[in-house]
């Protein structure tokens, strides 16, 4: 079992940025890759951005050049810096990870863009 925590959501202007976090419970090396998923109201889960344990990249094509994922594996952490956002972006963003057997989820940070 891995728990996955995530933290950084809040209120943010149009153009502003904000760093979303996970934290798992146990090494992020167990887990071949992790993932930044977000829903909307009314929409359906999407991914946003993924990384595989060698540190490899994808990205949703909405957020190309404003989001970067990242992973710090001394700190079992992963990262999304998010830039010039917009009201589009505005979710429910959810930390996932991966094993071969398992796919783990946190309990979503709201995101929020609003003048």
């Known amino acids: 079992q891995v728990q996955l925590v995530e933290s950084g959501g809040g209120l943010v202007q149009p153009g502003g940025s904000l760093r979303l976090s996970c934290a798992a419970s146990?090494?992020?090396?167990?887990?071949?890759?992790m993932g930044w998923y977000r829903q909307a109201p009314g929409k359906e889960r999407e991914l946003v951005a993924m990384?595989?344990?060698?540190?490899?990249?994808n990205y949703a094509d909405s957020v190309k050049g404003r989001f970067t994922i990242s992973r710090d594996n001394a700190k079992n952490t992963i990262f999304l810096q998010m830039n010039n956002l917009k009201p589009e972006d505005t979710a429910v963003y959810y930390c996932?990870?991966?094993?071969?057997?398992?796919?783990?989820w946190g309990q979503g940070t709201q995101v929020t863009v609003s003048s």
């Open positions: 146990r090494s992020i090396l167990s887990l071949y890759v």
């Open positions: 996932q990870g991966r094993t071969v057997a398992n796919n783990y």
């Open positions: 990384i595989g344990s060698g540190g490899s990249t």
